[in-house]
T-cell receptor, first 107, second 117 residues
Framework: DAKTTQPPSMDCAEGRAANLPCNHSTISGNEYVYWYRQIHSQGPQYIIHGLKNNETNEMASLIITEDRKSSTLILPHATLRDTAVYYCIVKNNDMRFGAGTRLTVKP | GAVVSQHPSRVICKSGTSVKIECRSLDFQATTMFWYRQFPKKSLMLMATSNEGSKATYEQGVEKDKFLINHASLTLSTLTVTSAHPEDSSFYIC?????????????FGPGTRLTVL
């Protein structure tokens, strides 16, 4: 599975959009990009995934660059409850987690 | 999404005892289950993958005799930490998938916090 690189931490103001970047320059053609988040002491929660097209659901939007070497998770209106560690995973078979980005949403 | 449960949610045991953690897929048949462990302020580390009816495949550095995994049915997998020691204290998380990796989501349980005294 391809490796991902994410910033270790980010802050966001409540009500503003949170844009979380992820680099996956070694991604191969059949690998999906998945995003999960983990709130303290809970299991990971699925957010969204995509292959090459941009995706949107009720939680977030996923923007994947044309060369697929990077992606951005967008939380359109961050709330305090969105404070969590966000993991970007490039998945071919099993789900392996990197260090993730600790997002702190501030009032 | 699909629901994966774990039992117990937290357990405290004495050093030298064995602890069994159950993972159940509640509304789908899990052909593949995964076990992860997570130390404080660290990421999840994949320990092993198991397919129903087959022996588990362990990641490098994970002792198979220490962490016994049984995936006897399509809805249940168990992880037994044998002769537990304080260094085995961790957050154990299971995950389940219903079919082929490319076509099926992987759902995570809420985790089990193990404390070995």
């Amino acid at each position: 599975d391809a490796k991902t690189t994410q910033p270790p931490s980010m802050d966001c103001a409540e009500g503003r959009a949170a844009n979380l970047p992820c680099n996956h320059s070694t991604i191969s053609g059949n690998e999906y990009v998945y995003w999960y988040r983990q709130i303290h002491s809970q299991g990971p929660q699925y957010i969204i995934h995509g292959l090459k097209n941009n995706e949107t659901n009720e939680m977030a939007s996923l923007i994947i660059t044309e060369d697929r070497k990077s992606s951005t998770l967008i939380l359109p209106h961050a709330t305090l409850r969105d404070t969590a560690v966000y993991y970007c995973i490039v998945k071919n078979n099993d789900m392996r987690f990197g260090a993730g980005t600790r997002l702190t949403v501030k009032p | 999404g699909a629901v994966v449960s774990q039992h117990p949610s937290r357990v405290i045991c004495k050093s030298g005892t064995s602890v069994k953690i159950e993972c159940r897929s509640l509304d789908f048949q899990a052909t593949t289950m995964f076990w992860y462990r997570q130390f404080p302020k660290k990421s999840l580390m994949l320990m092993a993958t198991s397919n129903e009816g087959s022996k588990a495949t362990y990641e490098q550095g994970v002792e198979k005799d220490k962490f016994l995994i049984n995936h006897a049915s399509l809805t249940l997998s168990t992880l037994t930490v044998t002769s537990a020691h304080p260094e085995d204290s961790s957050f154990y998380i299971c995950s389940a998938r219903g079919g082929l990796a490319q076509l099926n989501e992987q759902f995570f349980g809420p985790g089990t916090r193990l404390t070995v005294l």
